[in-house]
């Protein structure tokens, strides 16, 4: 008996060796070291526990070194699963519980999981080594867990929680505290098992929430999130709970409880980004536009800090938090935009509602970060930023509206030499089928979407006429809105058994966003060219010119007052009047808020007062009722 009991030790002092060459040499400390080195480290550590294991194993399986066993187990497990080798450690656990089993002599495990575990949990009874399986259980919870296997979880769950409970009582502690006073030689764990299982409890809580959130069981998910919330556990997964609480309210139509709880994740963790997302979207939803501008400016500066790397956690950074919750539900719940994604939609924001100053700075930030070699992110799955001649036009469009033409124009050359060359000399759009939702698009051989490179150009061109306008050179106003006029007539489009037409403002219901959009420029070019004629008093060609702008695009506001103006000039009254009158009748549609920024019109440039209009309505019929 004598041979045994010193190998016992020797193999015991090998395993404290190693635990405490991990601790002492950083392991504590893991993420404030090089990762690569972190990696050699658990990759050495891995190695030493298999080996040491392979040494206890030679031996059949006896009483006196089974605690030994289950514990360099555990450890080389928690390495194998902290490098994601998840088949390599479920085949360790089920081994050494197989062996256990051998030992008590009952019989052949089964291939059920399930009921695997529960004849392990049952033959070893309330014997010392119950407390040596219930390690080994929790490391089989963290690889269902980790390998998103809810449902069994789930079917387990009352057992899984019932370790949690043995843990509280503090029998573990008690019996390896007896251990210790025995031995100094007791084998030492790598990792904590109370944290461990803290951990797991936590996890599990916002995993399955995730998973019923996301299959619109929102109450249930609720409730268990709601448990999770006063559980021990790192800052971080209970601002998990806050955050997750928070969707299940909004998904209940709970806005400002929803608020509240994203709050309450901030206050937790203030690195928790996603809290500061989703209360954008409320404010957004709530029409709130100043909360959600500031919500956007939070979250851009906050996804501008160095990368949040997960805190390590004291004696649970072997297994962190993202290595156990990989569940898509959950990537998608706590998903965010990129950082210039959100300074995008902030720059966009400020330009559409007044802070137009503000705008054009992040504008001007958002294109310099797209010119750099860190650009964060930009293409992040799920939230893409437009592609970069859009980027330009809408900053020129804000720049514009800031009184900067010079600017302007010098942006919207960049678009048009970039893409000039590459324009074809005719684009035909083809009716797409009755069952297909997206519109047929016009590619050459390259790839290249040739009917956006031409509503761009003729973008760049109707803006660069709009700076002539601002700066009243309205030669030269004439001259770019005539080629943004010219070139958006290569356009065709082709019905179904048809030749190909020019397309008219009766199509644009039916047809899609491209369609919209050029008739759009046609329209705004038109009236831009008709209000620049009445300015050096060509009153015919711009009542020519405003005529058209309203056929192509009927709501034009512009078109439509100076129409009436220059009628007015040419002695034609009445049908001056009826003009206006119908200008005015015409309500936006919501489509218009969807429009690109230099889509809408310009607020620039000579201006009609409706006021005034009015007054010389009423003096032509002055017996008119209001």
């Not at 050494?96 to 033959?123: C, I, N, Y």
């Not at 309450?264 to 709130?288: F, H, K, P, W």
């Not at 919209?516 to 015919?540: M, P, W, Y």
């Amino acid at each position: 008996m004598h041979q045994p009991l010193c190998l016992i030790d020797t193999w015991s002092q090998e395993n404290n060796e190693v635990v405490n060459k991990w601790k002492l040499e950083g392991g504590e400390d893991a993420l404030t070291r090089d990762q690569n080195q972190n990696h050699s480290r658990l990759i050495w550590c891995s190695s030493e526990f298999h080996k040491l294991l392979r040494k206890i194993q030679g031996i059949p399986p006896v009483a006196d070194h089974t605690q030994l066993e289950l514990t360099v187990v555990y450890n080389a497990c928690v390495c194998s699963i902290a490098q994601s080798q998840f088949s390599e450690a479920e085949l360790l656990l089920t081994r050494a519980t197989e062996r256990v089993l051998q030992m008590t002599e009952d019989g052949p495990a089964a291939s059920d999981r399930s009921v695997f575990w529960r004849t392990a949990l049952k033959s070893v009874g309330n014997t010392a080594l119950t407390p040596c399986v219930l390690y080994l259980l929790c490391l089989q919870w963290a690889i269902w867990l980790a390998t998103c296997q809810l449902k069994t979880i789930q079917g387990f769950q009352d057992e899984l929680f019932s370790v949690f409970e043995t843990l509280s009582t503090g029998v573990w502690e008690e019996e390896r505290s007896a251990s210790r006073r025995k031995s100094s030689d007791v084998p030492l764990l790598v990792m904590d098992q109370r944290r461990l299982i803290e951990l797991l409890q936590i996890c599990t809580f916002i995993a399955q929430g995730a998973e019923r959130l996301s299959e619109g069981q929102s109450s249930e998910a609720l409730s268990g999130l709601q448990t999770a919330s006063s559980l021990p556990a790192p800052r971080t997964l209970i601002a998990h709970t806050h955050l997750l609480s928070g969707s299940c309210l909004a998904h209940m139509s709970r806005p400002q409880m929803a608020l509240q709880c994203y709050r309450m994740a901030l206050e937790t963790d203030s690195r928790c980004v996603c809290a500061l997302y989703q209360s954008m979207l409320i404010y957004r939803q709530l029409g709130n536009t100043q909360a959600e501008i500031q919500a956007l400016r939070l979250l851009h500066s906050s996804l501008m800090l160095p990368s949040a790397t997960e805190p390590a956690l004291a004696g649970a950074h072997l297994l962190p938090p993202s290595l156990l919750l990989r569940s898509q539900s959950l990537s998608s719940l706590l998903s965010v935009p990129s950082a210039l994604s959100v300074l995008h939609s902030l720059a966009l924001k400020c330009v559409l509602h007044e802070r137009v100053s503000e705008g054009v700075e992040y504008y001007l930030d958002l294109l310099a970060a797209l010119h750099s070699k860190d650009q964060h992110g930009v293409h992040a799955e799920g939230h893409p930023l437009p592609k970069l001649p859009e980027l330009y036009l809408q900053a020129g469009a804000a720049l514009l509206m800031a009184r900067r033409p010079a600017d302007c124009m010098a942006l919207c050359d960049e678009v048009i030499t970039t893409a000039l060359e590459l324009l074809p000399g005719k684009v035909v759009l083809e009716e797409p089928e009755e069952k297909c939702e997206a519109e047929t698009r016009a590619l050459c051989a390259e790839g290249e979407d040739r009917v956006g490179m031409l509503l761009w150009v003729g973008a760049a061109y109707l803006l660069q006429g709009h700076c002539h306008t601002h700066r009243r050179d309205w030669k030269q106003a004439v001259t770019h809105y005539t080629r943004c006029f010219n070139l958006l007539v290569k356009v065709h489009f082709k019905k179904r058994g048809c030749q190909p037409q020019i397309p008219s403002a009766d199509m644009v219901g039916m047809q899609g966003t491209d369609l919209c959009i050029l008739q759009r420029l046609k329209g705004l070019s038109l009236a831009g060219r008709g209000i620049s004629f009445t300015q050096i008093d060509q009153n015919r060609e711009a009542l020519r010119d405003l005529q058209l702008s309203m056929q192509a695009f009927p709501e034009c506001t512009g078109a439509g007052l100076w129409c009436g103006e220059v009628l007015w000039r040419l002695g034609r009254r009445q049908e001056a009047v009826a003009c206006w009158e119908k200008t005015w009748s015409f309500t936006p549609q919501p489509s218009v808020q969807s429009l690109s920024v230099y889509l809408q019109e310009p607020q620039s440039g000579p201006l009609l007062d409706p006021t005034e209009l009015r007054c010389r309505i009423q003096e032509l019929h002055p017996t008119s009722s209001d």
